[in-house]
């Protein structure tokens, strides 16, 4: 087998998502020539755009939503120059609308510590009676164990790996109505499966480092471009600035010998590396080797029997405007977020860039019913009952949960509809799944990052970011 590239690069990365790329911008920093090989023809694996077939805008293949406690992520699109490409709101500032088409906010002032600004959020909120009110105090224990749990030494945990989000939310006096309102859109969202199925630990960690010391780290952090821009491209040229390079189309093998050298093989060429990072996501990392080597035998077993869990996104284009913020949740609904993704966009002009919308979609050359025309998109998470539904079904909830919560836009006409399911959106966190793998495997030389890597954090782009850096932290040393 000819090797070729033995000395070029030195460390190869396999996997350009999040995880990836963040993965080798950091061995690039360190000043390593690094080689990133992607199977897809796209960057940005499970946080990417793709061109809408009839409107040609770019469309994401899911709206993903950043936190202000997302701190490695953020300090990665500064690192890359994509810093601007996010719009954060100066504190957790949320529109709800029941499921009786009640509309409210709840608003967290910025100006007392946290957690105090989520209790003066919640004790202002009249969405709640004073009773569920009076329950989130309940939380402030378990908040702050959260937040302890992370400090060397602690000894109480904030929640158990046996209990379901549901049970420790109960545990905690919960009242029915401020789990429906606050705390299962929070924890669908950041856990993507019911609250009555998920492990309460993850969430826990969530809501430590949501309602840290810094009260703007629950803030609602949004990308301001369609996500391959927003962070996969400026990653890919930061890279290469840095004397590395990019492949897309290049699925990757891996084979280690007894001696741990290691070979990866993509489109015919072959390079023999000391270091490389695997930020491929638990579904593809058996399929990263023709012989599973024997030091990854178990880790290859518990990759294989992690399950899955789906986002189903259903994209309305309607003539005119029909929501008034950029985003808005629905709690109780199968929908249960719609997001206005120009106002998403425009949000990059009203932080006070001199970019304007169109500047921020030049790819928008055919939109659907004209500048006045309005793209929002509902999002499903935890979707496993609806996301086999064929697309008329799942266009036809949309728009029947859109109606409920407001009647108002009944008037406004429907110009295009497109469906997108990611069926393994994230992994599951119901207890009893396989232990999340550590970032050292046991050979040497070979690393993990993704996601499912055991960062504490569930499946998001956080976890992803903090798994790529310790990745190359215990890479380049
Ligand atoms: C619809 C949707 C909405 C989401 N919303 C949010 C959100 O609001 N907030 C949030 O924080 N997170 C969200 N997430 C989760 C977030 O997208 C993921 O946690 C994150 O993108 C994972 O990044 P990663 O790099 O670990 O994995 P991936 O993005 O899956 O990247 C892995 C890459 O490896 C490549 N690959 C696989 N096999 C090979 C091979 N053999 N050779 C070369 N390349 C290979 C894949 O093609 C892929 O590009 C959402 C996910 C989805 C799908």
Redesign the pocket.
């Known amino acids: 087998m000819a090797v070729a590239g033995v000395t070029a690069y030195d460390v190869l990365v396999?996997?350009?998502?999040?995880?990836?790329l963040s993965a080798a911008a950091r061995c690039a920093t360190r000043g390593a020539r690094v080689l990133v090989?992607?199977?897809?023809s796209r960057?940005?694996?499970?946080?990417t755009a793709f061109p809408d077939r009839e409107t040609g805008e770019l469309v994401d293949?899911?709206?993903?939503?950043?936190l202000g406690c997302?701190t490695e992520t953020l300090a990665f699109l500064r690192d890359i120059g994509a810093i601007d490409h996010v719009s954060a709101q100066p504190q957790l500032s949320v529109t709800m609308i029941d499921r009786h088409g009640r509309r409210s906010r709840l608003t967290c002032p910025t100006s007392l510590p946290s957690p105090l600004h989520l209790l003066a959020g919640v004790f202002e909120w009249d969405a709640l009676s004073w009773r569920d009110r009076w329950s989130v105090l309940g939380m402030v224990t378990p908040i702050k164990l959260a937040r302890r749990e992370r400090l060397p030494g602690a000894q109480r945990k904030a929640a158990s790996s046996g209990e379901t989000v549901e049970s420790w939310l109960i545990r905690n006096g919960q009242t029915a109505r401020i789990r429906e309102m606050l705390w299962d859109p929070l924890a669908l969202?950041a856990l993507?499966q019911p609250p009555d199925r998920a492990a309460a630990p993850a969430f826990a960690r969530v809501l430590g480092e949501m309602f840290g010391s810094d009260p703007r780290a629950a803030a609602i952090v949004l990308p301001t471009k369609p996500l391959h821009l927003m962070y996969a491209e400026p990653a890919r040229r930061y890279v290469e600035r840095h004397g590395g390079t990019v492949r897309m189309s290049?699925?990757?093998?891996l084979r280690v010998d007894s001696d741990s050298r290691i070979t990866v093989t993509?489109n015919g060429e072959h390079w023999s590396a000391k270091r490389v990072i695997s930020?491929?996501?638990w579904f593809?990392l058996p399929?990263?080797f023709d012989a599973v080597p024997a030091p990854l035998t178990d880790l290859v077993h518990r990759a294989r029997t992690m399950e899955s869990c789906p986002?189903v996104?259903v994209n309305l284009w309607f003539n005119r405007r029909i929501i008034d913020e950029p985003f808005i949740g629905l709690p109780g609904r199968v929908m249960q977020w719609v997001f206005d993704k120009r106002l998403v966009f425009g949000l990059l002009r009203a932080e006070g860039a001199s970019a304007s919308l169109a500047e921020a979609r030049p790819d928008r050359p055919r939109a659907a019913a004209g500048d006045e025309a309005s793209h929002v998109s509902l999002v499903s998470s935890g979707a496993e009952r609806i996301v086999s539904r064929p697309n008329d079904e799942l266009i036809q909830l949309a728009h029947q949960e859109l109606y409920e919560a407001m009647p108002e836009i009944r008037s406004a006409t429907v110009v295009r509809t497109t469906v997108?399911r990611?069926p393994r959106?994230?992994f599951s966190l119901a207890p009893g799944q396989p232990a999340r793998p550590a970032t050292e495997t046991g050979v040497p030389g070979f690393f993990l990052?993704?996601?499912?890597i055991d960062t504490g954090l569930p499946?998001?782009?956080?976890?992803?970011v903090r798994?790529?850096h310790r990745a190359a932290d215990l890479c380049i040393g």
């Open positions: 396999i996997g350009a998502g999040f995880a990836g090989l992607e199977a897809r960057l940005g694996g499970r946080a293949n899911g709206q993903h939503v950043l997302y969202a993507n290049a699925a990757a093998k993509a930020a491929v996501p593809a399929d990263l986002i996104t997108v990611e959106a994230t990052a993704g996601d499912w499946a998001t782009i956080e976890s992803a798994s790529g």
